[in-house]
């Protein structure tokens, strides 16, 4: 038992020293960040504008990598078994703090090592132009008057866009049909070919459609009204009390060590920094944050703590 104790000891300290390497020379080769969801989406904009700038400022590659499927739970799982050693990160969204307790997961959110929150967005509620109703209040009456008749599509089953949708029913008192599809970019392809009547959405995935007149923005998910859409109302404004808002993080795998971390922080700090991307967020419709890992840490936990009791509080399941 003392021989093994010793092997196990010697192993743990080996891997110790080999990772303490690693983060002394990182990075060194290219840094792989994980989309979990489809191209087209808000994460994936956001991710694609931040990888060019961390790229410039690192000195190395940093592609980006689409892992869509299962409510982001496959492109999750991959981030969760890969090497802690900073070459591949996971860029996500708020949903990671609700899938626990919608789904059986094949790893640990909890374990799963936050390193920023990059930015915030609300949830855009937008229409087909052939839809039977052009505004929130409309659509309302509608539905109110045609149980299940209207349909509304979301990123995925247990994505924020899915909850923001339930959380409208309930509020409202109405019944619609929802289609889930693997990221909003799916949902929006669908919503302007005219399969579906609306969808919920990050603003970012939404914008340049509404200003080429392919869908009519409804409402906006937070408490108040967003920048870039200055004209387009709060579900609050019709419906009190609504306010949902999505965020966009930076995860690194289980054991990722602390030097590491602040690392890739410390690169989107200065990336979210740079003006041309500034500017492009807030054109996009975010919020940047750039939160330090600590801060992020606390945020994240609290939110799995939260969505657990509204989902519990909601009997909402996933079908």
């Not at 956001?46 to 590659?61: F, H, K, Q, Y």
């Not at 390193?115 to 409309?138: D, G, N, R, Y």
């Not at 005219?194 to 009519?216: C, D, E, R, Y």
């Not at 967020?281 to 945020?299: C, I, N, Y």
């Amino acid at each position: 038992m003392k021989k093994i104790r010793s092997t196990m000891a010697a192993f743990t300290l080996g891997a110790w020293l080999a990772l303490s390497a690693c983060a002394a020379d990182y990075p060194a080769r290219t840094i792989k960040i994980i989309v979990p969801f489809a191209p087209g989406g808000g994460s994936d904009v956001i991710t694609r504008l931040l990888g060019e700038r961390m790229s410039a400022d690192l000195g190395v590659p940093v592609i980006v990598e689409n892992k869509p499927g299962a409510s982001s739970i496959i492109g999750t799982d991959a981030l969760a078994k890969a090497a802690p050693d900073g070459y591949t990160i996971l860029m996500t969204n708020s949903a990671i703090t609700s899938n626990p307790w919608l789904f059986k997961l094949p790893f640990d959110t909890l374990k799963l090592t936050p390193v920023t929150m990059i930015a915030s967005a609300p949830q855009l509620l937008v229409a087909h132009p052939s839809a039977p109703f052009k505004t929130l209040k409309e659509l309302i009456a509608y539905a109110r008057a045609n149980p299940d008749k209207a349909t509304i599509g979301t990123a995925g089953a247990g994505q924020l866009s899915h909850l923001a949708a339930e959380l409208l029913q309930k509020s409202s008192g109405t019944q619609m049909t929802t289609v889930h599809y693997k990221g909003s970019g799916n949902s929006m392809a669908d919503l302007i070919g005219g399969q579906i009547h609306m969808s919920f959405g990050t603003a970012p995935g939404f914008i340049q459609h509404i200003k080429n007149g392919l869908v009519i923005p409804l409402a906006v998910s937070s408490a108040d009204r967003i920048a870039a859409l200055p004209n387009v109302p709060s579900v609050g404004e019709v419906l009190p009390g609504y306010d949902l808002t999505n965020w966009f993080g930076i995860f690194a795998p289980p054991q990722t060590p602390k030097p590491i971390v602040d690392r890739i922080y410390q690169s989107v700090s200065r990336s979210l920094a740079h003006p041309a991307i500034a500017g492009r967020l807030t054109v996009e419709g975010f919020v940047s944050a750039g939160m330090p890992p600590a801060k992020f840490d606390k945020v994240f936990r609290d939110e799995v703590v939260y969505w657990q009791k509204f989902i519990k509080e909601n009997n909402l399941k996933i079908d």
